[in-house]
């Protein structure tokens, strides 16, 4: 069963950064990390879960919802099993708890189930 461990997060002033991390373990034998793209969601208080950003398995064709496009960077180290994103001129309509997700991913399409991680606050405020 795939694990995601997140860290990071924490609370920020406007204009401040963070940055998140997501190690995955328990791949079973055929397959690796690599094999799984890599999606970073949020939830605010009373708001639907949102897509971030996401990734694809190795690295390529990074997308981001409009509202964090210029200011969060995905990316992944295959060689540490870990995804970040990286947030930069956060406001305070990005605080909401963080999730990350795994996928696995062949031919261009996910397939499997999904796995998620644990959840990480992140507080945008002066």
């Known amino acids: 069963q795939v694990q995601l461990v997140q860290s990071g997060g924490g609370l920020v002033q406007p204009g401040g950064s963070l940055r998140l991390s997501c190690a995955a373990s328990?791949?079973?034998?055929?397959?690796?990390?690599?094999?799984?793209?890599m999606t970073w969601y949020r939830q605010a208080p009373g708001k639907e879960r949102e897509l971030v950003a996401t990734i694809g398995n190795i690295g390529t064709n990074p997308n981001y919802v409009d509202s964090v496009k210029g200011r969060f960077t995905i990316s992944r180290d295959n060689a540490k099993d870990t995804v970040y994103l990286q947030m930069n001129n956060l406001k305070p309509e990005d605080t909401a708890v963080y999730f990350c997700?795994?996928?696995?991913?062949?031919?261009?399409?996910?397939?499997?189930?999904?796995?998620w991680g644990q959840g990480t606050q992140v507080t945008i405020s002066s």
């Open positions: 328990g791949f079973a034998s055929r397959f690796t990390f690599s094999n799984y793209a």
């Open positions: 997700n795994a996928q696995r991913i062949w031919a261009g399409v996910l397939r499997g189930p999904a796995y």
